[in-house]
Nanobody, 118 residues
Framework: QVQLVESGGGLVQAGGSLRLSCAASGRTFSSYGMGWFRQAPRKDREFVAATAWNGAVLKYADSVKGRFTISRGNARNTVYLGMNGLKPEDTAVYYC???????????WGQGTQVTVSS
């Protein structure tokens, strides 16, 4: 089992920035890496960004490329999502996940709300 705890969500105006954090514990070695997904109201959960544990492989959804940055912290099991140039359509619950090599989620965090006002 892998436990994931997110933090850093909140309310921000369009064009603003936020940074989300995720701390993982447990059998993290069983996963390929960590990633972020999001789910807006009345929409399916979608992939946002992910990184392999060694940081050598990064992947982003087209909708966030150039605005969001995923990075690993100094602590091995910590990952961040830096979000710049936020848009109202980025409003969603953001979930941290332990991911497979196909970038699918093996374990989920509880989610953190990000709201971008226009």
């Amino acid at each position: 089992q892998v436990q994931l705890v997110e933090s850093g969500g909140g309310l921000v105006q369009a064009g603003g920035s936020l940074r989300l954090s995720c701390a993982a514990s447990g059998r993290t070695f069983s996963s390929y890496g960590m990633g972020w997904f999001r789910q807006a109201p009345r929409k399916d959960r979608e992939f946002v960004a992910a990184t392999a544990w060694n940081g050598a492989v990064l992947k982003y959804a087209d909708s966030v490329k150039g605005r969001f940055t995923i990075s690993r912290g100094n602590a091995r099991n910590t990952v961040y999502l830096g979000m710049n140039g936020l848009k109202p359509e980025d409003t969603a619950v953001y979930y941290c996940a332990a991911v497979s090599s196909r970038w699918t989620a093996d374990y989920w965090g509880q989610g953190t709300q990000v709201t971008v006002s226009s």
